[in-house]
């Protein structure tokens, strides 16, 4: 059984910073892309970030780009999203997921329950 569970999420200041990970099992982990997608208060889901198998590319949405950093440690089964230099506007239950077929980015067939990441003063 997939599993992938989030951590990490909380209350920072604007301006703050930090690191969630995402715990995977139950999937060869190695062998496939992954992604972070968050959802606003009220607002659809919006893609945040993604990197492949090995970690060697990674991608990211205009507004997370220098602020925002994916990585993966194959060896621990485990994605990270270090998140610098926070806004109000980040404020967002973020989710790992992972797609169906490991050749593949989307469609996203798996996700974790998420974590809340609330930034205000």
């Known amino acids: 059984e997939v599993q992938l569970v989030e951590s990490g999420g909380g209350l920072v200041q604007p301006g703050g910073s930090l690191r969630l990970s995402c715990a995977a099992s139950?999937?060869?982990?190695?062998?496939?892309?992954m992604t972070w997608v968050r959802q606003a208060p009220g607002k659809g889901l919006e893609w945040v970030s993604g990197i492949s198998s090995n970690g060697g590319s990674t991608y990211y949405a205009e507004s997370m780009k220098g602020r925002f950093t994916i990585s993966r440690d194959n060896a621990k089964n485990t994605l990270y999203l270090q998140m610098n230099s926070l806004k109000s506007e980040d404020t967002a239950v973020y989710y790992c997921?992972?797609?169906?077929?490991?050749?593949?980015?989307?469609?996203?067939?798996?996700w974790g329950q998420g974590t809340q990441v609330t930034v205000s003063s």
């Open positions: 139950g999937f060869t982990f190695d062998a496939y892309h």
């Open positions: 997921a992972k797609p169906s077929v490991s050749i593949a980015t989307m469609p996203l067939a798996d």
